[in-house]
């Protein structure tokens, strides 16, 4: 945040600490223990020391030749912030903090920032102070769009062993970076680790399907069963890589961790177990793909069979009644709100996106600025129609204050009944067009059979593949942290898949 272009221009030579300035001013600008952003380099290089105007020493050598503007980020004296950070662990207060240092919108973890590892290693060298580690996983369903879910899941806290606080005092980095990886697989444990977009709605999918019909799982459970899954399927892949098959439509670009030993020592797939997986993920996607162009959810296709014209009648009739109650109060409060919110939120996106290399398609800034947004137009809408009742009404003061004060209560009805609106159009239309298409009646018509046919494979190949998978088919409780270190070695963030999971996201929208 604390960033600023520098005058100039940077050049730079691959294998030399040293870097050249054109038309700079250095002495002004840099200090040493700053870093420089240069235009073309794939990371900060630290300054050691300003030797002129035109002419810095650097702390590490450049990793390729080039020259270009640069941005100056200063030394930030922090001193006094991990002062009270260690005050307020040492009285027992808790400290909440984001490891990865930024919001995004990936389906795994960014690399963690050396900040809760140094925290937590500090406070044990300096005060005695052994700091617990709780990872707390956020899983945001719809999370920028109002009426969206999350899912917040508190994992096992972390004991950093004594050996890393041992390791600490004489080899600072190892231990940083070996409690980071602690804390990263922590971290992994309360989510839902995948490789992209794409299989992340496969596993959900997956889910829904493995579920008996009428049984409704709580969000720990259903958090649960999408983790064995995302975990085996990741196992399976591995086995694959083993059976020498080609997988390349399944394997993630970025070299598979080899730290898993449950999965090392299983023997590799046989081509009719890795055929039938293939196949399964095959119909998974033309299943998935048939309900996206029908506009159906999956939970709607057992009632298909079961759909007839007074079904119709009835959500139409049901959605009358819910706009005729929401109309009024969504047009005066709630719809202009989201407007004017969406409108600028969708602008704030645009430039998240551009400004930064790791966010996919923005998402994760989309409800931060809509709430922003909205915060600041409901008083003034507020306030604009309390004008209008003084301005406009021969009211007694009592009568235009307690309107005033009811107006929340309508925009709330308001909102409540948009809502179940919007469920009730959803239900309709695929009625309609049954009714009205014959084509699309005969496609509706066979995805009851599709479906049972999908969750027998499903069921088919848990019970071939899930005794490969141990603990994550046996026992009833897992111990989520040990399987999350075949993860992340080689971080998804890095690798260069960001333009094509990029392009997916913005084709589903």
């Given amino acids: ?289 048939t309900l996206k162009k029908l506009g159906i959810r999956d939970h709607q296709v057992p009632q298909l069979v079961w759909w007839t014209v007074g079904d119709l009648i009835g959500r139409f009739l049901y959605l009358l009644v819910t706009l005729a109650l929401g109309v009024i109060p969504n047009v005066m409060f709630n719809l202009p709100i989201m407007i004017v919110s969406s409108r600028f939120a969708v602008k704030e996106q645009q430039k998240s996106l551009k400004s930064s290399s790791v966010k996919l398609a923005a998402r994760d800034v989309v409800m931060s600025y809509k709430v922003i947004y909205v915060l600041t137009c409901i008083p003034i809408l507020y306030v604009f129609y309390g004008l209008m009742l003084w301005c406009f009404t021969d009211w007694t003061h009592t009568s235009r204050v307690l309107s005033l004060l009811s107006l929340p209560m309508f925009a709330f009805f308001g909102m409540k009944a948009s809502e179940q609106g919007v469920r009730a159009y959803k239900d309709i239309m695929p009625l309609f067009r049954r009714l009205v298409n014959d084509e699309k009646r005969r496609e509706q018509d066979a995805l009851p059979a599709q479906r049972a046919r999908l969750r027998r494979q499903l069921h088919k190949l848990v019970n071939t593949l899930g005794p490969r998978l141990g603990d994550l088919y046996y026992d009833n409780k897992v111990e989520w942290t040990k399987h999350m270190t075949s993860f992340g070695k080689e971080d998804g963030s890095r690798s260069p898949k960001r333009e094509n999971q990029s392009r997916e996201l913005k084709a589903r929208n």
């Fill in 1 to 289: 945040d604390m960033a600023c272009k520098g005058q100039g221009t940077i050049t730079l030579e691959e294998g030399s600490a040293n870097a050249r300035g054109v038309d700079t001013h250095f002495g002004t600008e840099v200090t040493p223990g700053s870093q420089v952003d240069v235009k073309g380099h794939p990371k900060l290089l630290k300054v050691k020391e300003v030797l002129s105007a035109t002419e810095l020493q650097l702390e590490s050598v450049a990793s390729s030749s080039l020259s270009g503007s640069f941005k100056v980020h200063p030394k930030v004296d922090q001193s006094t912030m991990y002062k009270q950070v260690y005050q307020s662990l040492c009285s027992g207060q808790c400290l909440g903090i984001f490891p990865e240092g930024g919001s995004h919108d990936r389906t795994d973890l960014l690399p963690l920032k050396a900040g809760v590892a140094v925290i937590a290693l500090e406070a044990h060298s300096l005060h005695h102070l052994n700091v617990p580690i709780v990872p707390v996983g956020l899983n945001y369903f719809r999370g920028h769009q109002f009426g969206g879910r999350v899912v917040v899941e508190f994992g096992a806290p972390i004991m950093i062993p004594e050996e890393i606080h041992a390791s600490y005092e004489t080899n600072r980095r190892e231990a940083t970076e070996e409690l980071l990886n602690l804390v990263a697989a922590a971290m992994r444990s309360v989510i839902i680790p995948t490789e992209d977009y794409k299989t992340l709605q496969q596993i959900f999918m997956v889910r829904r399907l493995w579920v008996k019909e009428g049984l409704k799982l709580s969000p720990s459970k259903a958090m649960d069963l999408n983790r064995r899954f995302a975990v085996g399927v990741h196992r399976i892949l591995r086995l694959a890589e083993r059976a020498g098959a080609d997988a390349s439509m399944l394997t993630p670009t970025h070299e598979l961790e080899q730290t898993d030993q449950a999965g090392e020592n299983q023997e590799p797939l046989k081509e009719e177990e890795l055929r039938e997986f293939q196949e399964m993920r095959t119909e998974l996607e033309e299943y998935m793909r």
